[in-house]
Nanobody, 115 residues
């Protein structure tokens, strides 16, 4: 059974930092591309960042230079370091992977950035 469990969301002031974590189980974590999505109030869910099994990364334009996605295969954990946070980063952040034609999502963790 695949499980993705996010943590680390919090209320933070603009300009602050947070690190999100996603603990994965039930998958061979090291071979899977992993990603972070987010869904802000009244907005569609969007891709924030992704990382391949080889460590290649890509980012949504608005977070480039501020967010860093990383993975620790020994711990089966995905991270998202978020710096210089802005109010528009306020959203529920979801961990995501795609295996054998099936999409898997975590339950989400709330990030709120106050101005």
């Amino acid at each position: 059974q695949v499980q993705l469990v996010e943590s680390g969301g919090h209320l933070v002031q603009a300009g602050g930092s947070l690190r999100l974590s996603c603990a994965a189980s039930g998958i061979i974590f090291s071979i899977n591309t992993m990603a972070w999505y987010r869904q802000g109030p009244g907005k569609q869910r969007e891709l924030v960042a992704a990382i391949t099994s080889g460590g290649n990364t890509n980012y949504e334009y608005s977070v480039k230079g501020r967010f860093t996605i990383s993975r620790d295969n020994a711990k089966n954990t995905l991270y998202l370091q978020m710096n210089s946070l802005k109010p528009e980063d306020t959203a529920v952040y979801y961990c995501y992977t795609f295996i054998g034609g099936t999409r898997y999502w975590g339950q989400g963790t709330q990030v709120t950035v106050s101005s």
